[in-house]
């Protein structure tokens, strides 16, 4: 039987679950808002505009509440690569999902209490936190209220410039949750990685959380 | 008595031109060959509360006071001028166009910028533009006549069709959208979506079904 360690406090845990949900339900409402002749998931195109506007405003909140928490617990470290992460451990962790995956080769950086991620999720999880879904957000909120920041919006080339920026990076994000439910199934088996960001309890000898 | 006379008659001739540019005598004119029109405006909501003379130049422009017959229609401005609606409806503007879309100041501009959605757009119907209703009767409420791949916005001009006249030669939104404004739904750059499909498709192709093929070709079996 093995030993599990508490890996997802409770509140990273909330957190986590409202960013989900605000993701998905922003991925599919923003669908239909771009493409509102193929996709009527949320009904009505002005549905679809009400839902994206106020879980967008959710995910901003959510996203300062991640913020504000990491910094002052000082839990941010967990996303910061250290010396060994670059360029080794990320290399050692890419040739794992080329290769050693398929070898059932051990996980090479399994999590631990004091660092629960491997070099990939690091850097994966730090550019997409830490660059691009403040830009996605800020153009979001740019987009939803555009009186108020019209000069900025002009000098960048207008709302068109914004609605781009904004359209690009919610594609990638698309694709960074794909990839992520992905990945989540490349723990010890193929649930365990779900069932550890519910209870918060990982088995210590096991790895991977994407 | 000489001079007597002669302010009498530059007086007089005051009074003719000054009648015969008023609004009244202008409305008379319009109506020679826009008279069809001219009923359709008495018939509609603006019908009783606009007075005489006042029926075409509250919307029309000053441009469209000048002579404009013998053009072809191309070449005419519809001369509406959005602004001119402000002088009367505008108080609660976004209050009202509030509880029909969740972002009024993104549609409308009080101070008549035809950056934003013109009122026509919504408030006038296909075949009678000059018969505008109340807006419990008639309105256009559904978004996606806008915010769609075939938008009105985006229609090319008909001849057959003045309301796409209206919309299309002052308010087409092609040129909006080349000085950066943004119809969601409507404006977008093909390749760019079809990049961004292709993205998609690329990584559920290659996380599930190969890199996830393999991982199962390649799994522990019982025993092993």
């Known amino acids: 039987m093995a030993e599990k360690i508490y890996l997802h406090p409770v509140l990273e845990r909330v957190w986590h679950a409202i960013h989900a949900i605000c993701i998905v ?12 002749g193929a996709i009527h998931l949320f009904g009505s195109f002005q549905t679809a505009v ?26 941010i470290i967990h996303y910061i690569p250290n010396k060994r ?48 879904m403040p830009i996605l957000l800020i153009s ?29 990076l919610a594609i990638i994000f698309a694709a960074f949750l794909i990839a992520h439910l992905y990945l989540a199934t490349t723990g010890h088996t193929i649930q365990d990685n779900f069932i550890s960001i519910v209870t918060g309890y990982a088995d210590s000898e096991e790895e991977e959380e994407a | 008595m000489n001079r007597t006379r002669y302010y009498l008659i530059v007086l007089s001739m005051c009074i003719v ?26 018939q509609s909501v603006h019908g009783a ?16 006071e000048q002579r404009h017959y013998g053009k072809h229609i191309e070449e005419i401005e519809t001369g509406f001028e959005i602004n001119r609606c402000f002088s009367c409806h505008g108080s609660d503007l976004y209050v009202r166009h509030g509880e029909i879309f969740p972002q009024p100041q993104l549609h409308l501009n009080s101070k008549g910028d035809t950056s934003q959605t013109s009122c026509v757009t919504c408030h006038v119907e296909e075949k009678d533009p000059h018969l505008i209703k109340p807006a419990k009767i ?26 796409h006249q209206i ?56 025993g092993e």
């Open chain 2, 17 to 42: 031109l000054s009648c015969s540019y008023s609004g009244l005598a202008l409305e008379n004119k319009c109506s020679f060959c826009h008279g069809s029109a001219l009923e359709e405006v008495k």
């Open chain 2, 167 to 222: 919309i299309g030669t002052t308010f087409t939104n092609s040129e909006l959208t080349e000085r950066g404004q943004y119809v969601a739904g409507a404006n977008r750059i093909p390749i760019l979506d079809n990049l961004c499909v292709i993205l998609i498709i690329l990584t559920i192709i290659g996380v599930f079904v190969i890199h996830g093929g393999v991982r199962f070709i390649t799994r522990k079996r019982k």
């Open chain 1, 25 to 36: 339900v922003l991925i599919i409402s923003g669908a239909q808002i771009h493409w509102p």
């Open chain 1, 140 to 168: 979001g909120i740019l987009y939803l209220y555009p009186l108020y920041f019209a000069d900025f919006i002009t000098s960048i080339g207008g709302l068109k410039v914004l609605a781009v920026i904004h359209f690009i």
């Open chain 1, 85 to 132: 992460d670059i360029p080794n451990g990320l290399i050692v962790q890419a040739k794992f999902y080329i290769c050693g995956i398929f070898k059932h080769d051990p996980h090479p950086y399994p999590p631990t209490v004091d660092e629960k991620f491997n070099p990939l999720q690091k850097m994966s999880y730090l550019m997409f936190m830490g660059l691009m």
């Open chain 1, 50 to 75: 009400s839902v994206h506007n106020w879980f967008g405003l959710l995910l901003v909140a959510d996203f300062l509440l991640w913020l504000i928490y990491n910094l002052v617990s000082r839990r």
């Open chain 2, 49 to 64: 509360v606009l007075g005489d003379g006042q029926r075409c130049i509250i919307c029309h422009g000053s441009q469209y």
């Open chain 2, 138 to 163: 008639y309105a256009l409420k559904d978004c996606e006549e806008c915010h769609s791949s075939d938008s009105i916005l985006l229609t090319t001009p008909s001849k057959s069709s003045l309301k």
